[in-house]
């Protein structure tokens, strides 16, 4: 069993940054594959980052490329999702999620994690 624990959201104007930390425990970091998602009202979640286990590969939706920028501490069982440049269609309950299968490479798909988080507010004024 691995816990999830959102932390970071909140209320900020377009163009200001945000960073969201998960702090997980049951599993040790390393051994597991972390994504981050979101969801917007009326919206499917969807995907916005991941991360290999060593953090040495990252992966991205092109809508957040340039922007978005996911990190792990393995020694603080620590997630991190940093956040620039927001803009108001950002605007969403931030989730991360585990996977604690033997894939290497982390998904893109909700179905594909095993263990979320409750989420995080982030909502973007114009």
């Known amino acids: 069993q691995v816990q999830l624990v959102e932390s970071g959201g909140g209320l900020v104007q377009a163009g200001g940054s945000l960073r969201l930390s998960c702090a997980t425990s049951?599993?040790?970091?390393?051994?597991?594959?972390m994504a981050w998602f979101r969801q917007a009202p009326g919206k499917e979640r969807e995907f916005v980052a991941a991360?290999?286990?060593?953090?040495?590969?990252?992966y991205y939706a092109d809508s957040v490329k340039g922007r978005f920028t996911i990190s792990r501490d393995n020694a603080k069982n620590t997630v991190y999702l940093q956040i620039d440049n927001l803009k108001p269609e950002d605007t969403a309950v931030y989730y991360c999620?585990?996977?604690?299968?033997?894939?290497?490479?982390?998904?893109?798909?909700?179905?594909?994690?095993?263990?979320w988080g409750q989420g995080t507010q982030v909502t973007v004024s114009s």
């Open positions: 999620a585990a996977d604690d299968s033997a894939t290497y490479y982390p998904g893109r798909y909700a179905y594909e994690y095993d263990y």
């Open positions: 049951g599993r040790t970091l390393v051994s597991i594959l």
């Open positions: 991360s290999t286990r060593s953090g040495g590969s990252t």
